[in-house]
């Protein structure tokens, strides 16, 4: 329903007007908006508007319009303000620029677009209401008046006059007017409040739309304050910390300098980010700490360590194979399989340079020169060494270091170790790695598990440092007697590479090439007043060492090179050693060939054992007594071999007829079985062929040859099983004079690279027990 001022305003207002399209605003009565005008029908329009009423027809341009293309009629929103226009002024490039004045809101009912002018029939819009929301309808404009004066007060939206003009208008449709047009609202949003023809619902949105700013002006000064308020703190430190500096150097406590240096070292280190942060931020703790604090000594000991250890420094490799092979060589005698692992892993990296270093475990007898081999391969490589050893160690933080909230805390024993090798790909030689312990500090061995990992060690966190350092460079070389206490996932990380006992003629070589010359060291002698023929070394090695490596044998040369140099205090001139004079600086011998039983005997077997010192030969003793068929073991042994001896018997008993025994024996005949050396444990399967042999002999008592040895697991049906520690054995037999050797056929792979470790000795390689009993006991078939 139209008011009578709607009727006073569409009598003032012509009924075809001149439409002016505006872009991304939308003019409100009595919203004053300069215009710029570049196309030529719509000056046209302007300059007859002119002429007559001076009114326009202000229409916004829908927001997906493209605004460098033609706008046409479509492209127009149907309601929009009719304006009067206040001022005109020409530009050079042939536009205009208007001043315009939002008198009311108007519909344009239809278009004529002409070639001179786009105008439009106008029909002007006031809002409706009914009389019974009058009431609340001026309460919401005091509410959004109330609102507005607020938000021109602060500052924040509106121009500081905006209260003074607001609070001149009296009229609530002027008020509603003037607030909209300087709110920044949208093309649509602006649009719908135009279109709104309930006034109550236009003002409710009114009143949402300045909510909403205020939130926003709310948040906005929140952000700048909390800006303000960050930059003062900044400052405030800044200007503390001059102040601190000024004092220190008053007192005559300036670390300044000090603390710079430090910064420059590290900037010089070629450190991955996150370790540099880490050490930036504790230079930074240094330098807020009083010096005289223990924390202050704390973080000096720390940034000490880091700054001593060689970030980035690397030796250089000596990739030449022959000199590598030379000094390999010139160290050790045999050992040919670890050589040919070092001299690949060279031939490798003179291709790649990246390539993986070799974690190598080296696993053998004690004094079989496991740990001098780790000190030869830096050597031919021409890289720093250092020696770790894990024997008895049971606290994880000797591998991972100790957190340095601990007094005295230090880094582990890796770290400290990189630290005296001065580079970053040193020889890690790990002694003992079979012997870690663990208990309630921790399980070293699990801790082993990153450091010899090459996709791990890469980043290795050490407790102390907190930062993650590489190992992945260095060379990794395990030393262990025995692979039994060593974890699975341990083992699977490591290239197990097996040592073998020394043979009499490789410790021959071993003595006149190496131990021959530390022993005159030792004795501070001059070569030519120590002289040991090679009769006189194969003796002590044989009476006086019965071992797998020559650490005993080169004790007992350093011995002898002592009593050389006493010779020569007392007496002037050196002694003289032969085979006969020996037991009189040595003493008696302390092996005898007899020992090993050259004598065929009933019930007694010579059987060969692996230990983790090398093979043994082992006389298992049989006798039998009257009794009610009761086996008796003694001598130490464990389960396994208890029950290698189960079978062994239930075997005879089972094949009696077939070696001519009268049942009724085992029920009427009790069977002692003996191992000498009770008082070493003893366990493994490999001795079921040997007690089988002792048991037959005793139940038919028939004699062993003594000059067989044997080794081998039985079950069952017979069948001799594959044992291992074979070389080890052999090596056993030969040291005893034994010359034929009974050994499962399964093992044939085993001796595939034996070399001289065959020599004098006959293999004789069974696949049944028939054929062991048919060597051992020649009467019994």
Not at 609 to 632: C, H, N, Q
Request: glycine content about 8%; hydrophobic content about 40%.
């Amino acid at each position: 329903m139209k008011t009578e001022l709607s009727k006073t305003i569409q009598s003032k207002i012509p009924d075809n007007l001149p439409v002016i399209p505006t872009m991304d605003v939308v003019v409100f009565p009595q919203m004053i908006v300069p215009l710029l005008v570049l196309d030529k029908r719509i000056i046209k329009g302007i300059e007859t508007a002119l002429e007559g009423s001076k009114m326009v027809l202000l229409l916004a341009a829908k927001k997906n319009v493209d605004h460098q293309d033609a706008i046409g009629t479509k492209d127009l929103y149907q309601v929009g303000t009719v304006a009067s226009i206040l001022r005109m002024i020409k530009i050079p490039d042939g536009g205009i620029k208007i001043l315009v004045q939002g008198i009311c809101k108007a519909q344009a009912d239809s278009f004529s677009t002409g070639k001179e002018a786009l105008s439009a029939t106008v029909q002007a819009i006031e809002p409706e209401t009914e009389k019974e929301n009058e009431t609340e309808i001026l309460a919401q404009i005091k509410n959004i008046k109330d609102l507005a004066e607020q938000m021109a007060s602060s500052g924040q939206t509106f121009s500081p006059d905006f209260h003074i003009i607001l609070s001149k208008i009296g009229d609530p449709d002027k008020i509603a007017d003037f607030i909209l047009s300087h709110l920044n609202l949208t093309v649509e949003q602006s649009q719908e409040l135009l279109e709104q023809k309930d006034k109550k619902k236009m003002l409710n949105t009114l009143y949402g739309h300045l909510h909403k700013e205020i939130e926003i002006s709310k948040m906005q000064e929140q952000i700048r304050n909390s800006a303000r308020d960050s930059m003062n703190k900044s400052q405030k430190e800044y200007y503390l910390r001059e102040q601190m500096r000024a004092i220190k150097k008053e007192l005559g406590d300036n670390d300044e300098e000090e603390i710079e240096k430090l910064r420059e070292k590290l900037e010089a280190l070629p450190l991955i980010e996150e370790t540099k942060q880490e050490i930036k931020r504790q230079i930074n703790r240094l330098e807020n700490t009083a010096p005289e604090s223990m924390e202050a000594m704390v973080i000096r000991n720390y940034l000490e360590w880091v700054f001593a250890l060689p970030w980035g420094k690397e030796t250089e490799d000596n990739l030449d194979i022959k000199h590598a092979k030379e000094v390999l060589d010139e160290d050790h005698y045999g050992l040919e399989k670890i050589k040919e692992r070092i001299l690949d892993f060279i031939s490798v990296r003179n291709l790649k340079q990246d390539s993986f270093a070799p974690i190598l475990c080296f696993v053998g007898p004690p004094g079989t020169g496991k740990t001098s081999l780790g000190k030869s391969i830096a050597r031919s490589l021409g890289r720093t060494h250092f020696r770790v050893s894990l024997g008895g160690v049971r606290d994880e933080a000797e591998i991972r270091g100790h957190r340095r909230t601990y007094v005295g805390a230090m880094p582990g024993r890796f770290i400290q170790g990189i630290r005296k090798a001065g580079s970053m790909n040193p020889i890690i030689i790990i002694d003992e790695l079979d012997k870690i312990g663990a208990d309630f500090r921790g399980d070293p061995s699990a801790a082993m598990l990153e450091v010899l990992d090459p996709q791990q060690n890469k980043t290795f966190y050490d407790n102390y440092l907190g930062v993650p350092f590489d190992l992945s460079k260095a060379i990794f070389i395990a030393t262990a007697n025995s692979l039994e206490t060593i974890s699975g996932p341990l083992k699977d990380r490591m290239e197990i590479i097996q040592l073998s006992g020394y043979t009499m003629n490789e410790k021959l070589h071993i003595a006149r090439n190496h131990l021959v010359r530390r022993a005159i060291e030792s004795a501070g002698l001059k070569k030519e007043n120590f002289k040991l023929s090679d009769g006189v070394i194969e003796d002590v090695v044989s009476s006086y060492t019965r071992e797998s490596g020559v650490r005993q044998l080169e004790r007992l040369l350093c011995k002898l090179g002592a009593k050389s140099a006493r010779s020569i205090v007392e007496k002037g001139k050196p002694a003289t050693f032969t085979v006969k004079s020996l037991s009189t600086h040595l003493g008696p011998k302390m092996l005898r060939d007899e020992e090993t039983g050259q004598a065929d005997q009933v019930g007694i077997t010579n059987g060969l054992a692996w230990t983790a010192y090398g093979g043994e030969m082992l006389r298992i003793e049989a006798v039998i007594l009257p009794g009610k068929g009761k086996l008796t073991l003694t001598g130490q042994l464990g389960d396994v071999m208890k029950e290698s001896a189960q079978a062994a018997i239930t075997y005879a008993r089972a094949h009696a007829k077939v070696f001519g025994i009268d049942e009724k024996l085992f029920q009427t005949k009790d069977i002692h079985i003996h191992v000498p050396a009770g008082a070493v444990p003893k366990d493994g399967p490999s001795a079921g062929v040997t007690m089988l042999t002792s048991i037959l002999s005793v139940l038919t008592q028939k004699p062993i040859s003594a000059k067989h040895a044997m080794t081998g697991e039985l079950n069952l049906r017979g069948h001799v099983m594959p044992i291992g520690g074979v070389k080890e054995k052999i090596l056993a037999a030969k040291r005893n004079k034994i010359s034929h050797i009974i050994l499962p056929e399964k093992n044939k792979q085993d001796l595939a690279d034996a070399g001289e470790v065959l020599d004098g000795i006959n293999i004789i390689w069974v696949s049944k027990a028939e054929e062991v009993l048919r060597h051992a006991l020649p009467n019994l078939f």
